[in-house]
C-alpha cells in the first residue's frame, strides 16, 4: 500500500488555489483524497453535495486525485480510510499561525497522522473561497478564479442579484 493522503477543507467554492495544491499534492503521493468537509462553523453557499460535485468535476482527468465528504474530526476521517498525511495550503503569513496550531492539536490527537503544508502559487494568494463567493454575489468575472463549472454554479446561485452577505473567512 502506498502513501495516502487528504486534502481537507469546505471547498465553498472550490478554486484554482484548491487545486494547485491538490495537483502538487497529487504528484507527492500515490493517492490524494479531496476531504470535503459537510458541517463546518460558518455560512455556506453551497450544499454538502454540490460542494462534492463541484470537486468531483475538478478533478475527473486525474486517476491520483479522488473526492470524499465527511464530518467530525479531520485525524478520525484519516483513520477510517487509512491516510497517513493531512495536506494544507498556506497562503499568508496568518495562515502559518492558525495552521501551525491545528497541525499541533491533530498530532496530539492522532500522533500516526502528519501535517505537510504547501506554500501557493504565488498568482494565487489573494485568493480564497469567500473572495470568490462575495466579487461572484456582487455579479463580477471569477472566470479566472475558479473552473467554467464553478463559475456557472455560482452564477445560478446568485443570478446577478448581489445583495447577498457573508462571513469572510481568510480560512477557506
Request: hydrophobic share 40%; charged share 25%.
Amino acid at each position: 500500500m502506498g502513501v495516502r493522503a487528504i486534502f481537507p477543507g469546505t471547498f465553498d467554492p472550490i478554486h484554482y488555489g484548491h487545486i494547485d495544491i491538490a495537483n502538487r499534492a497529487a504528484r507527492l503521493f500515490d493517492e490524494l483524497v479531496v476531504a470535503v468537509y459537510d458541517k463546518p462553523l460558518k455560512s455556506l453557499v453551497f450544499s454538502p453535495e454540490e460542494r462534492l460535485e463541484m470537486a468531483r468535476r475538478s478533478f475527473d482527468n486525474d486517476p491520483k486525485i479522488s473526492v470524499l465528504g465527511y464530518s467530525g474530526l479531520t485525524v478520525d476521517f484519516c483513520r477510517t480510510i487509512s491516510a497517513q498525511v493531512i495536506v494544507r495550503g498556506l497562503r499568508v503569513f496568518s495562515d502559518f499561525e492558525y495552521e501551525f496550531r491545528m497541525a499541533l492539536a491533530n498530532h496530539r490527537l492522532s500522533p500516526e497522522v502528519e501535517v505537510m503544508a504547501l506554500i501557493t502559487n504565488e498568482e494565487h494568494t489573494f485568493l480564497s473561497s469567500s473572495t470568490v463567493r462575495e466579487i461572484a454575489s456582487l455579479g463580477g468575472d471569477v472566470s479566472s478564479m475558479v473552473p467554467p463549472h464553478v463559475e456557472k454554479a455560482l452564477g445560478d446561485h446568485f443570478n446577478g442579484k448581489g445583495d447577498h452577505q457573508f462571513t469572510t473567512s481568510l480560512r477557506d
